[in-house]
């Protein structure tokens, strides 16, 4: 049974570039959360998506967009990105009626801003 | 706001040395408390949820306990591969049916043989 899957697991990109992160939730779980970790540092809720909508949003600005699809799977979109966006980013997956049950985090992508 | 807070941010024992990570939390509609163990440049993995004061949860060495403050993560006769980060988290619901993570910064475990 496969975990959650995320794509690519390294990225350089250039300040003020877009990135776009993916991510497959573990079977059977609808529902996606992304983290941001920078070093040194616990993740940060950046939002969580169900049934293809934003359905709660941590303190990001907007340059911090995302997508779910039909298939439950997500997408993080970053534009203008800053140094400071530099980070781990995690996707965790869950069941939207039993996250007291946990979340599965993918072992993220590893974004660098230069 | 939510805040959870752990301590020691880090902490050396000896092979077989026992110890305590403390999670402090203030989280309005708390739905559980989660023990991660995070080693480098990988994602979180599950350790123990936690949904009430007075429940405990053991695996192996480990054993996490829940008051309605704090959450302890006993660590017993470690070993060098419990060597990694231990993130704690408050999963806040706030009345619906689905929630947020709210982590702390970690405590980083070393164990020396």
């Known amino acids: 049974d496969a975990g959650v899957t995320q794509s690519p697991t390294h990225l350089i990109k250039t300040r003020g570039q877009q990135v776009t992160l993916r991510c497959s939730p573990k079977s059977g779980h609808d529902t996606v959360s992304w983290y941001q970790q920078a070093l040194g540092q616990g993740p940060q809720f950046i939002f969580q998506y169900y049934e293809e909508e934003e359905r709660q949003r941590g303190n990001f600005p907007d340059r911090f967009s995302g997508h779910q699809f039909p298939n439950y799977s997500s997408e993080l979109n970053v534009n203008a990105l800053l140094l400071g966006d530099s980070a781990l980013y995690l996707c965790a997956s869950s069941l939207s009626q039993g996250v007291s049950y946990g979340y599965t985090f993918g072992s993220g992508t590893r974004l660098t801003v230069v | 706001e939510d805040q959870v807070t752990q301590s020691p941010e880090a902490l050396r024992l000896q092979e077989g040395e026992s110890s305590s990570l403390n999670c402090s939390y203030t989280v309005s509609g708390l739905r559980g408390l989660f023990w991660y163990r995070q080693d480098p440049g990988k994602g979180p993995e599950f350790l123990f949820t936690?949904?009430?004061a007075g429940e405990e949860k053991e695996k192996e060495r480990l054993k996490a306990t829940l008051t309605k403050k704090e959450s302890f993560l006993h660590i017993t006769a470690p070993k060098p591969e419990d060597s990694a980060t231990y993130l704690c988290a408050a999963l806040n619901a706030g009345g619906t049916s689905y929630g947020k993570l709210t982590f702390g910064q970690g405590t980083i475990l070393t164990v020396h043989p």
């Open positions: 936690l949904y009430s």
